[in-house]
């Protein structure tokens, strides 16, 4: 590679590290914004649910989250969850 090439070659990737900064953060907030959403549930005088109610959110919460660390690592999986209560 020439001099020119490994410029180009690091502008690239510190260009793609602070897109993927950027998304990251928003996302995650965001991701974050909805698990406090569905916290919000938690308010029994306002609505019925019981502990399996419960159990089965934190269980597809959690097995998203097991599906993010195997596609964010150097085996990535392409694993999706799907939720219903009933």
Same mark, same amino acid.
């Given at each position: 590679?020439? /001099? !020119?090439?490994?410029?180009?070659?690091?502008?690239?990737?510190?260009?793609?590290?602070?897109?993927?900064?950027?998304?990251?953060?928003?996302?995650?907030?965001?991701?974050?914004?909805?698990?406090?959403?569905? /916290?919000?549930? /938690?308010?029994?005088?306002?609505? !019925?649910?019981?502990?399996?109610?419960? !159990?089965?959110? @934190?269980?597809?919460?959690?097995?998203? @989250?097991?599906?993010?660390?195997?596609?964010?690592?150097?085996? /990535?999986?392409?694993?999706?969850?799907?939720?219903?209560?009933?």
């Amino acid at each position: 590679m020439t /001099g !020119q090439e490994n410029k180009e070659a690091a502008a690239s990737k510190a260009a793609k590290r602070a897109k993927f900064v950027e998304l990251a953060e928003s996302r995650t907030v965001n991701a974050i914004k909805a698990i406090r959403i569905i /916290g919000k549930l /938690g308010n029994k005088n306002a609505y !019925q649910f019981d502990d399996s109610d419960v !159990q089965k959110i @934190v269980k597809a919460l959690n097995k998203e @989250v097991d599906a993010l660390k195997a596609r964010m690592s150097a085996t /990535g999986s392409k694993e999706t969850v799907d939720f219903k209560l009933d």
